[in-house]
């Protein structure tokens, strides 16, 4: 039996009256927006904050999203974002992102990020400090 993937983070958050649409749901682009915070925070957990991860000289850009809905998250709900490390390529990464309210899944997201060089905004591979830790997420 495998044991569960442990998440980079866990993000609670809780779901703002504007966020939600004329249906009284979560409208659908807050979701992605949801799944950025927690990506900042992983960063901030592995790197210390964001300058420090610029500070190796690279950055990350989207290149894909792909979300799932499952079930619909309301005002006032108390939601969980988790952030797991899927793959790490020469150039770019892929996470896995779930948000759940209590037990229920209620989206989830697969991105792709390519690593930059930020003077040049072109993919480039990240230094061996930066991959160091990326690497090690994925050994656990």
Do not use: W
Request: proline share 6%; net charge negative; hydrophobic share 45%.
């Amino acid at each position: 039996m495998t044991e569960p993937r442990r998440p980079i983070v866990e993000m609670p958050l809780r779901v703002r009256y504007h966020e939600c649409d004329g249906q009284g749901i979560v409208f659908n682009a807050h979701y992605l927006a949801y799944v950025d915070m927690c990506a900042f925070e992983a960063e901030k957990a592995l790197f210390g904050s964001h300058d420090e991860f610029l500070a190796h000289r690279t950055d990350v850009v989207v290149a894909e999203a792909n979300l799932k809905f499952r079930a619909p998250a309301r005002y006032d709900d108390e939601l969980v974002v988790s952030q797991y490390l899927n793959h790490l390529g020469t150039t770019s990464l892929i996470f896995d992102f779930e948000i759940h309210r209590g037990e229920t899944l209620i989206q989830t997201a697969n991105v792709r990020y390519v690593f930059i060089d930020p003077a040049t905004l072109r993919p480039a591979a990240p230094p061996d400090a930066v991959r160091k830790i990326y690497a090690a997420l994925l050994e656990g």
